[in-house]
C-alpha cells in the first residue's frame, strides 16, 4: 500500500480524493485501490478562508489522517505527495524539500503560475531521477477517454470551455481556466506556438496556432450558465461534447497512483510545461489588448 501525504488543505480536493483513496463515504464505483492518505500538513493559504480550512483538515482526521506541523516530518514517512496548495506560485517551493529527497510529487492543478517555474520543478524531478505529474482531472474525464478510442482518425481542431473563475494569486486562466485548457490539450496534444486571447470580465476566448497548422480555442466563462465541454474536429467526424465530471476524480487518481506505483508519470512533462506557457502567454496577450504572443518554451 502507498503511503501518500498531502500538503496544504486548502481544497476540497484533499477530502475528495482521501474518500476515494480509504474507500469511506463514497459509493463503491467511485473507490480508487493502491493508495492511502497517512500524513497532511494542514498549510496557509492566500485563496481559501481559515474556517474552510479547518472544515477540510477535520474531515481528514476523521478519515485517520494524521496532521503534522513541519512538512519535514514527512521525509521518511511516505512514498509519494500530493501538493494540493491552491496558489500555483508556492508549488515550487513546497514540492522542493520531496523531490531533493527523491520522493514523486503530484501537483494539483495550476501546476505553476510562470513557465520558469514550472522548469525549475521539471529540472529539479529529472536532476533526482523522480516522476512528477500535474493535470487537471478534466483532462481524463470519460467523454475525452472515448473520443481517443473512437475510429475518427486525428484531431484537426478543437473548442474547449470551462469555468474560468479569476484570483489575484493565480491570474488569468491560471485559476480555473485550467480546466479548459486541459481540455484543449487533451484532444490537440502538444505543439501550440501562439496565442491571441480576447478579454471581458464575462468570459475570454484563447485562440492557439499549433505549429502544424491546426487551430484550438479555449473559451473561460465567467457570467451566466456554466459547464464542461469541447467540439472536437476530427478527419472523419465531429464530436460536440457535454462533460459529466462525476467521474473526473476517481479517473485521475488511478493515474496518480500508477504514477506512485510504477515511478513513471502519465503525461509527459514537456506538455505539462507548455500548457503552462500557453496560460502564460494568454495572459500577456489579454493584458496587451488581444496581441498575439509566442509561448515562452
Known amino acids: 500500500m502507498i503511503r501518500l ?29 493502491g493508495a492511502r492518505v497517512v500524513l497532511a500538513y494542514r498549510g496557509t493559504s492566500r485563496v481559501t478562508p481559515e474556517e474552510t480550512i479547518d472544515n477540510y ?9 494524521e496532521l503534522v506541523a513541519r512538512l519535514e516530518e514527512m521525509l521518511g514517512r511516505v512514498d509519494g505527495v500530493l501538493i494540493e496548495s491552491q496558489e500555483g ?4 517551493e513546497r514540492a522542493r524539500p520531496f523531490l531533493e529527497a527523491g520522493i514523486p510529487c503530484y501537483i494539483d492543478k495550476p501546476f505553476a503560475c510562470s513557465t520558469a ?15 512528477v505529474f500535474s493535470a487537471s482531472s478534466l483532462r481524463y474525464a470519460l467523454e475525452i477517454q472515448a473520443l481517443q478510442q473512437e475510429d475518427l482518425g486525428p484531431v484537426i481542431g478543437a ?39 480576447v478579454f471581458s470580465e464575462g468570459a475570454e476566448v484563447t485562440t492557439g496556432r499549433w505549429q502544424d497548422g491546426r487551430i484550438g480555442t479555449m473559451r473561460g466563462t465567467r457570467a451566466g450558465s456554466h459547464s464542461y465541454g469541447f467540439v472536437a474536429w476530427c478527419e472523419k467526424g465531429v464530436r460536440p461534447v457535454t462533460i459529466d ?6 479517473e485521475l487518481l488511478k493515474r496518480i497512483v500508477q504514477m506512485f506505483e510504477t515511478g513513471q508519470a502519465p503525461l509527459e512533462i514537456a506538455e505539462t510545461i507548455e500548457i503552462v506557457a500557453f496560460q502564460e502567454a494568454a495572459l500577456r496577450s489579454a493584458q496587451q489588448g488581444g496581441v498575439p504572443v509566442k509561448l515562452a518554451l
Not at 498531502?6 to 459509493?27: A, G, Y
Not at 465530471?245 to 476517481?250: G, L
Open 159 to 197: 473548442d474547449a470551455y470551462s469555468p474560468a473563475s479569476l484570483h489575484p494569486c493565480n491570474p488569468g486562466l491560471f485559476h480555473y481556466g485550467i480546466h479548459g485548457v486541459e481540455t484543449l490539450y487533451a484532444l490537440m496534444g502538444r505543439g501550440c506556438q501562439e496565442v491571441t486571447c
Open 117 to 131: 517555474d514550472a522548469k525549475a520543478i521539471a529540472a529539479l524531478a529529472a536532476q533526482k531521477g523522480v516522476p
Open 5 to 33: 501525504g498531502i500538503v496544504d488543505c486548502d481544497t476540497s480536493h484533499v477530502v475528495q480524493f482521501t474518500k476515494r483513496l480509504h474507500h469511506l463515504d463514497i459509493p463503491e464505483d467511485q473507490w480508487v485501490d
Open 245 to 250: 465530471a462525476s467521474y473526473i476524480y476517481r
Open 57 to 65: 483538515t477535520a474531515q481528514l482526521v476523521a478519515m485517520g489522517v
Open 89 to 92: 506560485g508556492v508549488h515550487l
